[in-house]
C-alpha cells in the first residue's frame, strides 16, 4: 500500500544517479525487495510509471528481484530460508534466531 | 548495454531523519513508543486508558496522534486533558519520520520522560518506516482473527509485546487464542504477550508496569 511513497523515493535516488553524462535513456532499473516488506511489484511497477521523471528515466522498467526471508540461529550458528513461517531454528530448535535476510528494501542498479 | 551500480536504500531518507530522532530523544533520556494495529483495533482506547494512569504517577508524556484525515484520535485524547499533538498523514497509509520530527518541533520535548505514537491503522506499511522509536508494540485485537500474527509477521518480528486486546469479546468470537499466542511465539520467541481488555481493564495494570520498567530503563541507559 505504500509503494506510491517508495517509487517517488526511487525516482528521487535515480535522479541523482543520471545526472552524470556517461548515463544514457536508462532500460531497466533493478530492485532488491525482501518478501517481509509485503511489496506488490505490479502496484510498484504502476506507481513508478505514473510518476514524473525526467526524459532518462522516462522509458525505465522496474526489475524486482524478490528476497526470501532467511534467518540465523544466535545459538547454534546454523541459517535457513523461512518457507513455513516458522521462525525456529530446525538443527538445535533454539527459539533465538536472528532474521538476516528479507528486509532488502535497495535499488542495486540501472541499466542503459 | 552499460550498467551501473547503485546500491542504495528505497528508505534511506526516511532511515536517516529516524536516526536523527532517535539520537535526539536518547540524549534527553526519553523513551518512544509506537503503537500499530489494524483499524480499530483500540489503540485510542487503549491511550484512554492508560493516559490518565500516567498522568497521576507524574509521568511526562506526549501522544502523537497519527490519522489519514480526520483529527477525531486527537479530540478524544484531547478531551481527557493528556497532551497530544495531531499528525496528518494527508492520506498516506502510514506515519513517516519526517512527520515525527515535524510533530516534536511543536513542543518542548526537554521536559518528556514519554512519547507515545499511534499510528494509523494499518498492518502492513507502518512496519516498514522507523520512526526513531525505541520500540514498536503489535497491537492485535480478537475482533480481527487469531490468524493476523501470520498473515503480518513483520509487525510481529519488529516488536517486543504484543497485545492481544479485546479479551472481552471472547466468548462471542470463534477466536483460537492459543493459536494466535502460539503463531506469535513462532514468529518472535523473545515478545512479550499482554492480553488485555480496554472494557474491563484487564491487562492494563500489567502494562504499565511494563511500561515504567522501561522509562527506567532508558533513563538509566540500558535500552
Ligand atoms: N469490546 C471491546 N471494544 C473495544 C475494546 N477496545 C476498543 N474497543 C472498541 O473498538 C472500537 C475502535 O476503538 P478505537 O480505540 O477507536 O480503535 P483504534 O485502533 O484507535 O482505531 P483507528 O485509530 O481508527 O485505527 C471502539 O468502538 C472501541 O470502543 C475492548 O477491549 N473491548
Ligand atoms: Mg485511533
Ligand atoms: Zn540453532
Known amino acids: 500500500m505504500h509503494e506510491l511513497k517508495l517509487a517517488e523515493n526511487i525516482v528521487t535516488i535515480l535522479e541523482k544517479e ?5 548515463v544514457g535513456n536508462v532500460k531497466t532499473v533493478y530492485l532488491e525487495i525482501g518478501k517481509l516488506k509485503y511489496i506488490v511489484p505490479d502496484i510498484m511497477e504502476s506507481s513508478f510509471e505514473h510518476i514524473p521523471k525526467s526524459s532518462k528515466l522516462k522509458d525505465a522498467k522496474l526489475e524486482i528481484a524478490e528476497v526470501p526471508v532467511k534467518i540465523k540461529c544466535c545459538f547454534c550458528g546454523s541459517e535457513r530460508v523461512v518457507d513455513d513461517g516458522d521462525y525456529f531454528c530446525r538443527e538445535c530448535s533454539s527459539g533465538d534466531t536472528e532474521v538476516i535476510g528479507g528486509k532488502e528494501f535497495l535499488v542495486k542498479g540501472i541499466e542503459w | 548495454m552499460s550498467f551501473k551500480v547503485i546500491k542504495e536504500n528505497i528508505l ?66 484531547d478531551r481527557l486533558g493528556l ?74 518480528e519488529e516488536s517486543p509485546v504484543a497485545v492481544i486486546n479485546k479479551t472481552d469479546l471472547l466468548e462471542h468470537l470463534d477466536f ?20 488485555m481488555s480496554c472494557k474491563t481493564g484487564e491487562g492494563i495494570e500489567e502494562f504499565m508496569e511494563w511500561l515504567d520498567e522501561k522509562i527506567k530503563m532508558k533513563k538509566e541507559k540500558a535500552l
Open chain 1, 18 to 22: 543520471i545526472e552524470s553524462p556517461e
Open chain 2, 12 to 77: 534511506k531518507s526516511n532511515d536517516d531523519v529516524a536516526g536523527g530522532i532517535r539520537e535526539r530523544l536518547a540524549s534527553r533520556s526519553i523513551l518512544m513508543i509506537d503503537i500499530v494495529s489494524s483499524p480499530g483495533a483500540g489503540k485510542t482506547s487503549f491511550l484512554e486508558n492508560i493516559g490518565p494512569r500516567l498522568k497521576a504517577k507524574g509521568v511526562r508524556f506526549e501522544i502523537l496522534a497519527g490519522d489519514c484525515y480526520t483529527s477525531r484520535d486527537a479530540e478524544r485524547i
Open chain 2, 83 to 156: 497532551p497530544v499533538v495531531q499528525i496528518n498523514t494527508a492520506g498516506a497509509c502510514h506515519i513517516d519520520a519526517q512527520l515525527i520530527g515535524k510533530a516534536l518541533d511543536t513542543i518542548d520535548i526537554d521536559s518528556l520522560d514519554l512519547v507515545i505514537v499511534e499510528n494509523v491503522g494499518n498492518l502492513v506499511c507502518p512496519a516498514c518506516f522507523d520512526l526513531g522509536e525505541d520500540m514498536k508494540i503489535a497491537f492485535l485485537s480478537t475482533a480481527e482473527g487469531h490468524d493476523k500474527p501470520e498473515k503480518y509477521p513483520l509487525l510481529v
Open chain 2, 176 to 195: 483460537d487464542m492459543e493459536y494466535c499466542v502460539e503463531s506469535i511465539r513462532k514468529i518472535n520467541p523473545r515478545a512479550k504477550i499482554m492480553k
